[in-house]
DNA sequence: CCATCCACTGGTCGGATTGCCCAGTCCCCG
DNA sequence: CGGGGACTGGGCAATCCGACCAGTGGATGG
């Protein structure tokens, strides 16, 4: 498993500038046209790079507020809870975490008054027992991956 | 604002296929290329789509294991603190949030041992009076957006 | 020290796709 | 009823893609 520095250049140039193709990728890094093949075969079959999805702002699809919810589930209501949570389109993930047998996901609302419906969706279900709800006020620090893929790099 | 029924079958392609181009998308979607360029102009103009960026898998760079911390802040230290925490690579994403004016981030570490050293990172900082730490066992529902643009797309 | 293996280079090839243009049609809205 | 917007279906040159190949350099292992 590879990772090395010509790795983390290409990844962070294909962050920058989605949009340019092979050819162009060999130029900006000054190699070949088939060793930026190569490594983006590799990366992709390596699991490192799991595709090039279109990214999607809920904030412009009329969804601007974010939220995480901790919720505490009853004993062995686990699968069913999952199940549930999998079929609100406003849960945008979900972790189960340590601390109580707890989860912890991610949601979206219209607006603030929307969310009171989401969360009523979300909880209004047999196997959870409490909900605690952070809204989301500012993202400082928007997903992000590159920071780690320059120092996955140089480590190498 | 659009986000029509058309728009959200052409993102749900994408984000299933995106490897496939304009021309297959408009084989598959029954319309013309034309149509399903302008489409794609448009929502990324409109920021509903905001690039097609390599999805990149922290677990495949070596870092498997997830957390999610609630940092607690001193008053007025904020905006030190948030960039404090954008210099650390293991901080996937910040967001400030209601509750105690506290903070969310989610890290990863190479270990549940590194996760420690990543904590102390993160919490050895003037600014932060506490954390609390919930380590992500299991990702039943990994960050999607489908469901959701097919909501937005039937409502229109 | 030598043979081997592997990654990279620099080049070619045909096929496919892209970005751009256009005229014609349809349909909604004022 | 007229106009504007969106979609169609077509065409154009330029570009890129995926595949292939021989040659080279460095690292590896015997």
């Known amino acids: 498993m590879a990772i090395d520095h010509l790795d983390g250049r290409l990844i962070a140039l294909l962050a920058r500038e989605p949009r340019i193709g092979v050819l162009e990728a060999s130029r900006r890094l000054g190699v070949a046209r088939g060793t930026v093949q190569a490594r983006l075969d590799r990366l992709q079959s390596n699991g490192v790079i799991r595709g090039f999805g279109p990214e999607v702002d809920p904030a412009a699809l009329g969804y601007p507020v974010t939220a995480f919810a901790t919720l505490e589930i009853k004993q062995g209501q ?40 989401v969360i009523d969706r979300v909880v209004g279900f047999d196997g959870i027992v409490r909900a605690s709800t952070a809204i989301v006020m500012e993202n400082p620090v928007p997903l992000r991956i590159i920071p780690l893929v320059e120092q996955a790099a140089s480590e190498e």
Do not use: F, I
């Open 78 to 117: 686990g699968a069913d809870v999952r199940e549930h949570l999998a079929g609100v389109p406003e849960v945008l993930e979900l972790h189960t975490t340590t601390g109580h047998g707890d989860m912890l996901c991610r949601l979206v609302a219209r607006s603030n008054a929307d969310l009171q419906r």
